[in-house]
């Protein structure tokens, strides 16, 4: 590492670099994945929970019964279960979801866009208005502002999600009637698009049917300025107190100094610096949301991933859980790979 | 004397806390033209506080009075914000005291030298590019290619210290403010970095303010010595006399300082008399 630096990154150090770096990303990726399908496979068989029974129900014969268990592999010692599992899942079959019958990849493929979609738009829309606001606190401490700035971070932590939620649709929806109810589209646009990516906002737009676009922004707009405001209230608050300690370091007088405007002296200087910290909280906040907000799911309807992982859990459609617990944990390790570059272009001294 | 380059008389800061007000400089006043001027005092006496009075970069909830405060004939309390920015890094400038803080770790020293040249010069990216290599070398960098592409923390104090000089002499200041420019760096790297902070003020015949609590490296420095102590000016004497210093705080911190001469054993301290601070 130090020795690419010396020599000006020369090519052959930097593609060993690089290489190492992939295969180093490579393993824990996979190490990650193992032990998370490890913990969430054991944990799935050991809860005294029968999804024969869930499939065949109470009431079925002892022959169905023990059919439907073979047929399951669910007579095969568990470690067995756990290896025929592992070899399926390495090719893309994490099996069928009990509830909905159809794989859990289809499942996966038909929810997870819609949460991502929603995710996406809410860190956008936090981080967006969550920065600005929290440099301005900082830089106007103890003004209107900035009391103001902590009084939104503060009302984001303490209001329960759901509440908000239901709130606004009363209002803009109910009783102002500025957006449509809950959904993605409107069903008399559903079937103007051909699903490609099912992030609906993307397949209407690329395939031009902008009536269908607009539709399904007047639907995301609600719940992912929901989502956009939680956000918000952890980021402004994060970036405030990370401004306020990079406003106070010596670089920002000398910068001062040199006779550069304030602007030039916040953002250009204080707030580079203090980017490097708010990727890390940035990633971590999408993160979350792209877990699937059950709650905010639940309320606009939102066929996104936390509501599938919910109804399967509760249940007991352990395929469907697994599934969803890798994809999740697969975008938390992809984003914390994302986060881990960001940092090395933000801040030189992590090269 | 020629025409006075900064003129401060009755120069306040207070500091309005919550537990009361607190006056960190009380009422200090001098003139300076195109000479060395060394304000020494130990930490707390308020000679950071007036060099960053002057420069308008008191931090907040300070408050700053003076009965006049101006920098060649402009008066600075009454200066236009615009105003005064450009007197920032254009007319007078600072070197701070310790590099691994004062430069922006996140941008290359070239970066910062330029961006400090394009405050107050409009030119071309190609031409502040090669003002601020001239000036790498000014500070007798070996390799000013080089050091114009690193980060600060790729640079040793020394270079870092040369580096904060390079950027706050690119635009060719009238007065610069030295705070306790070495007493972040190491002795033999210290006298280097003096001795081009030296040749570069005789050079340009800049005025200097060399804040230090180092007596002996400001009377040896500068041609004429502040003596600050809690807030006030306590004594102003020309360098070459401070042995006839009057006050009984310069001649305590005289008594102090071990010669190799006569070795005392123990060195003596300093009895502060509470009158001292009134």
Avoid at chain 1, 275 to 283: F, G, Q, R, S
Avoid at chain 2, 6 to 15: N, Y
Avoid at chain 2, 39 to 64: C, F, H, N
Avoid at chain 2, 191 to 205: A, F, K, T
Wanted: net charge neutral; glycine share 8%; charged share 20%.
């Amino acid at each position: 590492m130090a020795s690419s630096i010396a020599n000006g990154g020369g090519g052959h150090d930097a593609l060993r670099f690089y290489l190492t770096k992939t295969a180093q990303f490579v393993f824990v990726l996979a190490t990650t994945l193992l032990g998370l399908v490890a913990v969430t496979f054991f944990i799935g068989r050991i809860v005294p929970i029968d999804p024969v029974l869930a499939i065949v129900g109470d009431r079925a014969p002892p022959a169905v019964y023990a059919r439907v268990r073979q047929e399951l592999g669910l007579d095969l010692p568990l470690i067995q279960q756990f290896w025929i599992y592992l070899r399926k899942a390495v090719t893309g079959d994490f099996g069928n979801s009990v509830l909905t019958t159809n794989p859990v990849m289809t499942d996966i493929a038909n929810t997870f866009p819609a949460t991502f979609e929603l995710a996406t738009l809410g860190t956008l829309i936090g981080t967006l208005i969550g920065i600005p606001l929290g440099v301005l606190a900082a830089v106007k401490r103890g003004s209107l502002i900035d009391q103001f700035v902590r009084f939104i971070g503060l009302a984001g932590y303490s209001i329960p999600i759901f509440w908000l939620g239901l709130m606004s649709l009363l209002l803009f929806y109910a009783k102002l009637g500025w957006v449509p109810g809950p959904g993605r589209i409107d069903v008399t646009y559903s079937y103007l698009y051909t699903p490609v990516t099912n992030i609906v906002l993307l397949d209407t737009a690329m395939q031009g049917q902008w009536d269908a676009f607009w539709d399904a922004v007047s639907h995301i707009i609600l719940p992912a300025c929901l989502l956009g405001y939680f956000s918000l209230a952890y980021i402004s608050r994060m970036t405030r107190s990370f401004m306020l300690n990079e406003l106070a370091q010596e670089y920002v007088i000398a910068a001062r100094v040199k006779g550069l405007s304030e602007m030039r002296v916040i953002w250009r200087h204080a707030l580079r610096n203090a980017a490097v910290p708010l990727v890390t909280v940035i990633a971590l906040s999408y993160a979350n949301l792209l877990e699937g907000s059950v709650l905010t799911e639940t309320v606009f309807a939102w066929p996104g991933l936390g509501q599938y992982i919910t109804n399967s859990l509760q249940n007991a459609d352990m395929n469907a859980v697994l599934g969803g617990t890798l994809v999740i944990g697969t975008v938390f390790v992809l984003l914390n790979l994302v986060s881990d570059l960001l940092y090395r272009l933000l801040d030189p001294r992590t090269r | 004397m020629m025409k006075p380059l900064l003129e401060v008389e009755d120069l306040r800061v207070r500091f309005h806390l919550r537990t009361g007000t607190i006056e960190a400089v009380r009422g200090v006043s001098f003139q300076l033209g195109r000479e060395r001027l060394g304000i020494v005092g130990e930490s707390g006496s308020g000679k950071s506080q007036t060099g960053r009075a002057i420069l308008g970069l008191t931090p907040p909830p300070g408050e700053v009075t003076a009965k006049r405060l101006a920098f060649d004939g402009i008066d600075l309390q009454t200066a236009s914000k615009r105003t005064l920015r450009e007197m920032r890094g254009g007319r007078i400038s600072m070197v701070m005291q310790d590099p691994k803080y004062s430069l922006n770790p996140v941008m290359t020293i070239g970066e910062q030298i330029i961006e400090a040249y394009q405050a107050h010069a409009k030119t071309g990216r190609a031409e502040a590019r090669d003002k601020a290599l001239a000036m790498l070398e000014a500070v007798k960098m070996r390799d000013p290619q080089r050091v114009f592409s690193l980060y600060p923390h790729e640079v040793s104090g020394g270079m870092g210290q040369r580096a904060m000089i390079a950027m706050m002499l690119v635009t060719d200041p009238d007065l610069l403010i030295a705070d306790e420019p070495t007493s972040a760096l190491d002795v033999t790297v210290s006298m280097e970095v003096l001795r081009i902070l030296d040749e570069l003020v005789s050079e340009r015949g800049m005025g200097l303010i060399f804040i230090s609590h180092d007596l002996k490296l400001v009377s040896s420095f500068c041609d004429r010595v502040l003596v600050m102590y809690a807030g006030r000016v306590v004594e102003e004497l020309e360098a070459k006399n401070l042995r006839e210093a009057k006050h009984p705080y310069t001649q305590g911190l005289m008594r102090c300082l071990p010669t190799l001469a006569n070795d005392v054993h123990p060195l003596p301290t300093l009895n502060r008399d509470p009158s001292w601070a009134l």
